[in-house]
């Protein structure tokens, strides 16, 4: 499921998607990184930890040096704020750090970064899910168990277990 993209210096650099398959604890995560190429194509895969995998893609949309900055992309709206951010650092009313979270609050209402609550929020969902498989897991388990006690009642009385063919 798409995620959010990854922003360094203010130009998109990867796509994430995250939730996927389940693997061991955790569930499966790519990135796709886009690069510069004569086609579109998938040129590298990798897969830099246990069930995080890299992708990285070429394409000529991405060949202009322009076309990965994150500002051109904005609404004008927000392209606004981030103008008012760049002339507050430029004045000295916030450090880099309030400059970097005024930006990461644009970038998360632009929707290209999840807010803090919305990746609560797929966490909470995700917990939820597991401890509903692992129920379900539990009550099939005990159903399998019941089954197999009357199959084995029935074998003890000599009842065939096996269903005739109804023709």
């Given at each position: 499921?798409?995620?959010?993209?990854?922003?360094?210096?203010?130009?998109f650099v990867g796509m994430w998607m995250k939730e996927g398959d389940s693997c061991a604890s955790k569930n499966r995560q790519t990135k796709?990184?886009?690069?510069?190429?004569?086609?579109?194509?998938?040129?590298?895969?990798?897969?830099?930890?246990?069930?995080?995998?890299?992708?990285?893609?070429?394409?000529?949309?991405?060949?202009?040096?322009?076309?990965?900055?994150?500002?051109?992309?904005?609404?004008?709206?927000?392209?606004?704020?981030?103008?008012?951010?760049?002339?507050?650092?430029?004045?000295?009313?916030?450090?880099?750090?309030?400059?970097?979270?005024?930006?990461?609050?644009?970038?998360?209402?632009?929707?290209?970064?999840k807010t803090a609550q919305e990746k609560i929020e797929t966490k909470e969902q995700n917990h939820s899910q597991e401890e509903t498989l692992?129920?379900?897991?539990?009550?099939?388990?005990?159903?399998?168990?019941?089954?197999?006690?009357?199959?084995?009642?029935?074998?003890?009385?000599?009842?065939?277990?096996?269903?005739?063919?109804?023709?």
């Amino acid at each position: 499921i798409w995620q959010e993209w990854e922003i360094v210096n203010n130009t998109f650099v990867g796509m994430w998607m995250k939730e996927g398959d389940s693997c061991a604890s955790k569930n499966r995560q790519t990135k796709v990184i886009f690069t510069c190429g004569t086609s579109h194509k998938l040129a590298h895969v990798s897969e830099p930890n246990t069930c995080i995998y890299w992708l990285t893609f070429e394409t000529p949309l991405v060949c202009h040096p322009q076309s990965l900055l994150v500002y051109p992309n904005l609404k004008e709206e927000l392209q606004k704020r981030w103008d008012q951010a760049e002339q507050s650092l430029y004045d000295g009313l916030i450090t880099q750090q309030g400059y970097r979270k005024l930006l990461q609050a644009i970038f998360e209402d632009a929707g290209y970064l999840k807010t803090a609550q919305e990746k609560i929020e797929t966490k909470e969902q995700n917990h939820s899910q597991e401890e509903t498989l692992s129920r379900c897991n539990e009550e099939r388990n005990k159903l399998s168990e019941e089954i197999q006690m009357l199959k084995d009642i029935l074998a003890r009385h000599n009842i065939s277990t096996i269903l005739p063919d109804v023709k």
